[in-house]
């Protein structure tokens, strides 16, 4: 895919994700790996509904700047999952309403923030852990996502928003619109005992569809 394309379609997805509420004002950001290694990133303080294709910055594999606007003070955040997900080639972070509502309840278990409630939650987003919070920008939150070890592809900072990484920019848009999804519906099933996903059925969508999940082994049953 050309250069001008890649940024066209950064601008789409972001336009996107923005028209329908899951990132406000000038929050989120989004990045994609290039084949020599450089990336494309959302710049500071950009409104992920308002991209200029040409003003997107342009970083080199060292994370040097090399054209574009200022990019985005998250840029540690994105280094170190690029660095631990090998297969990672985008990420988006949001600050999507259910999801970031999520990480503030006293329950969540850090390395399982959501049960399993549906088959497409954990086809796309596998599980989510949780990292505890951060201020916006701060460098320490990448020793905490390389402390995942790169078995999560998508990870919710505390009182901040989901950061997911996909090998395609639409793989990432789409396993983070999932997360939203299943954040939406943890919170309206919350207290009501809900049925979820047995450990039976979850052991099927992974030999079916090859799913690797931090918690999930794959085995031969007899």
């Known amino acids: 895919m050309s250069d001008a394309r890649q940024r066209e ?18 929050s989120g950001n989004i990045s994609l790996r290039l084949e020599d290694g450089g990336w494309l990133v959302t710049p500071t303080n950009a409104s992920l509904g308002f991209l200029d294709p040409a003003r997107i910055s342009r970083l080199d594999s060292e994370g040097r700047l090399l054209s574009g606007d200022k990019p985005t003070k998250e840029i540690p955040l994105h280094t170190a999952l690029y660095d631990t997900r090998g297969s990672a080639r985008a990420i988006v972070h949001l600050h999507s309403t259910h999801a970031v509502a999520l990480t503030m309840l006293p329950e969540i278990d ?4 959501l ?3 549906t088959p497409y939650y954990l086809m796309r987003a ?12 701060d460098p320490a939150v ?11 592809s998508s990870v919710l900072l505390a009182n901040h928003g989901p950061v997911v990484a996909g090998d395609s920019l639409e793989a990432a848009v789409f396993a983070t619109e999932e ?5 939406k519906l943890y ?7 809900p049925r979820f996903l047995t450990p039976a059925q979850v ?13 999930h082994h794959h085995h031969d049953d007899d």
């Open 142 to 152: 990448a020793d905490a996502i390389r402390g995942l070890a790169g078995k999560y």
């Open 203 to 215: 052991a099927d969508l992974v030999d079916t569809f090859g799913l690797e999940l931090p918690s």
């Open 126 to 137: 596998g599980e989510t852990a949780l990292v505890p919070y951060y201020r916006p920008g």
């Open 179 to 183: 997360l939203e999804e299943t954040a």
């Open 187 to 193: 919170l309206l099933l919350r207290n009501l005992n």
């Open 115 to 117: 049960p399993p409630m």
């Open 110 to 113: 850090p390395r399982a923030v």
């Open 9 to 26: 379609e950064i601008c789409r997805y972001g336009r996107s994700l923005f028209e329908r509420g899951l990132t406000p004002g000038s």
